[in-house]
Nanobody
Framework: QVQLVESGGGLVQAGGSLRLSCAAS????????MGWFRQAPGKEREFVAA????????VYADSVKGRFTISRDNAKNTVSLQMNSLKPEDTAVYYC???????????????WGQGTQVTVSS
């Protein structure tokens, strides 16, 4: 069982940066793929980024590639998402997720946090 709690959301101007963090509980945190999804009002949930348990492999949505960086610290049971050059279209609720295997489909992710709001003003 893994429980996830996000933090770090907020309001930022376009071009600015935010760092999201996710604290995970559970002794098997280090064996899970960790990631982030987001959902904007009126839109479907969208994959953002994911990272393998070792941190050696990451995958990003094309829409955030080059601007967002995912990282993890297995010793601290945390995963982070550094978001730079933010755009108004990045506005969404961001969810921390965990899964047994790497993938882009929300159905693959067994555990979800409550979400944190990110709002980017133009």
């Amino acid at each position: 069982q893994v429980q996830l709690v996000e933090s770090g959301g907020g309001l930022v101007q376009a071009g600015g940066s935010l760092r999201l963090s996710c604290a995970a509980s559970g002794r098997t945190f280090g064996t899970y793929v960790m990631g982030w999804f987001r959902q904007a009002p009126g839109k479907e949930r969208e994959f953002v980024a994911a990272i393998k348990w070792s941190g050696s492999s990451t995958v990003y949505a094309d829409s955030v590639k080059g601007r967002f960086t995912i990282s993890r610290d297995n010793a601290k049971n945390t995963v982070s998402l550094q978001m730079n050059s933010l755009k108004p279209e990045d506005t969404a609720v961001y969810y921390c997720v965990a899964a047994r295997s790497l993938g882009l489909d929300a159905l693959q992710y067994d555990y979800w946090g409550q979400g944190t709001q990110v709002t980017v003003s133009s």
